[in-house]
């Protein structure tokens, strides 16, 4: 006669649904709290001359971003807070979008005017043109 120790907490799970439980949960999901870093995706096309960046951002205003210009660096960054008091309507089963804070530097060329740089957001897109 074999003795099979049966383990509650793993009952009517296979192989497959346990492996898929430990490897799509990130950082935040094993110690409870938004520890991750999300760096927004970015799409450059430039010319001899001009360049034009943009960089998807959803979520925030115009006003949350930070563009400066430091040597031959061009710095875009964003710092927003957030809110801990926000009313929670259910239970979030995942919560990726983390646009809370970030920066990033890009390296301007020489034929580059730093005057003639514009920006704008719209549907979520921070959009920087210099022609």
């Known amino acids: 006669m074999n003795i099979v120790k049966v383990n509650p907490f793993l009952q009517g799970k296979s192989l497959t649904s346990i492996i898929d439980d430990v490897f799509n949960r990130s950082i935040s999901d094993l110690v409870g709290s938004d ?3 999300t760096t927004p995706s970015v799409n450059i096309s430039e ?3 001009s ?3 943009e960089i998807a951002a959803p979520g925030l205003n115009k006003s949350d971003f930070k563009i400066a210009i430091e040597k031959d660096q061009l710095i875009v ?3 927003k807070s957030s809110d801990s008091a926000q ?3 259910g239970k979030w089963t995942r919560k990726e979008f983390n646009y809370a804070s970030f920066k990033r530097s890009f390296h301007l060329s020489d ?3 730093a005057e003639k740089i514009q920006a704008t957001y719209e549907n979520g897109i921070l959009d920087i043109d210099t022609s």
Do not use: G, K, R, Y
């Open 51 to 53: 360049f034009t960046m």
């Open 87 to 89: 009313v929670e309507e």
């Open 47 to 49: 010319n001899d001359d």
């Open 77 to 79: 960054s964003s710092e």
């Open 35 to 37: 520890l991750s870093v």
């Open 111 to 113: 034929s580059v005017d």
